[in-house]
C-alpha cells in the first residue's frame, strides 16, 4: 500500500497509513476487525478459519479511508482451497452442467 499515492477523493497527499481497525476499544484492550475465509466452509465443525487483521488508509483532509488485508495472497489461497474442496467433494456435478 502507497502512502505517496494522493487522495483519489479530494486530491490531498496528507495519508494517514497503516491505521487499524478495531471493532471495539476498552481500557486495556481492542478487537481488530478482520477479513474471514475458511478452507473448510461446508464443514460442522473444523472450517479450518483463515483471518487476516484490515488496516485502513486515510486521507486526513476529506476522511476517505481505503481498507486493506493485511495478507492477501494468503487469504486469496484460503478461498481457492476451499472452492477446490467443495468441486472434489461433490463428485457427479460435472452431469449437472
Same mark, same amino acid.
Given at each position: 500500500? !502507497?502512502? +505517496?499515492?494522493? %487522495?483519489?477523493? %479530494?486530491? !490531498? /497527499?496528507?495519508?494517514?497509513?497503516? =491505521?487499524? =481497525?478495531? !471493532? ?6 481492542? /478487537?481488530?476487525? =478482520?477479513?474471514? @475465509? ?16 484490515? /488496516? @485502513?488508509?486515510? %486521507? @486526513?483532509? %476529506? ?7 493485511? +495478507? ?6 484460503? =478461498?481457492?482451497?476451499?472452492?477446490? @474442496? ?6 457427479? +456435478?460435472?452431469?449437472?452442467?
Amino acid at each position: 500500500m !502507497s502512502m +505517496d499515492r494522493p %487522495c483519489p477523493k %479530494c486530491g !490531498s /497527499t496528507e495519508i494517514l497509513g497503516d =491505521v487499524p =481497525v478495531v !471493532s471495539s476499544v476498552d481500557r486495556i484492550s481492542s /478487537t481488530p476487525v =478482520v477479513a474471514l @475465509a475458511y478452507r473448510r466452509p461446508e464443514a460442522r465443525i473444523f472450517k479450518e478459519p483463515v483471518a487476516h487483521r484490515l /488496516t @485502513a488508509r486515510v %486521507c @486526513a483532509a %476529506c476522511g476517505l479511508a481505503e481498507l486493506y488485508v493485511e +495478507d492477501p495472497k494468503g487469504l486469496a489461497l484460503a =478461498v481457492k482451497e476451499a472452492a477446490a @474442496a467443495a468441486g472434489a467433494d461433490r463428485p457427479g +456435478d460435472e452431469d449437472l452442467r
